[in-house]
């Protein structure tokens, strides 16, 4: 969940920068059990990053050339995170959608579509309120399984995409539900997928 406008404090960072105040936070394990910390940095310069804090308290940016245009005062654009495997996935509907395996972060290959969140499930990433060349604020779109880098649907893959419509309005939030599957959230719904 992100959380509007924290500040977090480090000593050192790739530019100098001490003070972060960030809209999306995510504690990344891959395979082998290491563990990998990210901030993305919002309104405060530098602002539009994703930092990676380390166990010696400093920051390293970890964000892709160019950076990101998320954030601004009023903290409307955010990122979220998931895990697959090794490859953590950062999304914010305002740039591509990001992939790291290691070190820093770059746009994700396969033409996934830009997303508001990401959830990993059943061995595939879930992308829901997102924009594939239309804004689809009530839309899901999933990569094939055991994969990040195929997301066009087609007969030989099970990268799929859909709407939830019969409750109006877009889709607010979203998580991992506690017993499987992708909860999708609306004002006044809510939605549980699973992999069939």
Partial sequence: RPMYGKQASWTGGASGSTNVRYSGSFMAVNS????????????????????????????????????YTAGGANFSAFFSFCQLGD?????????????????????????????????????????????????TPDGWWCSDVGTTTTWTPSASNEAKNGRLRDSGGAITAACAAPFGGVMAFKKNACYIGTYE
């Fill in 87 to 135: 490859t953590t996935i950062a999304a914010n509907k305002s740039d591509a959608l990001q992939s790291a395996t290691s070190g820093a972060f770059a746009d994700t290959t396969g033409s996934p579509p830009k997303a508001k969140f990401a959830v990993a499930d059943q061995n595939q990433v879930v992308l829901l309120n997102y924009d594939g060349g239309t804004d």
């Fill in 32 to 67: 082998s059990g290491t563990a990998r910390i990210f901030l993305a940095a919002s309104a405060t310069g530098p602002s539009g990053r994703i930092w990676e804090a380390s166990s010696a308290s400093t920051l390293t940016d970890r964000s892709r050339a160019g950076n």
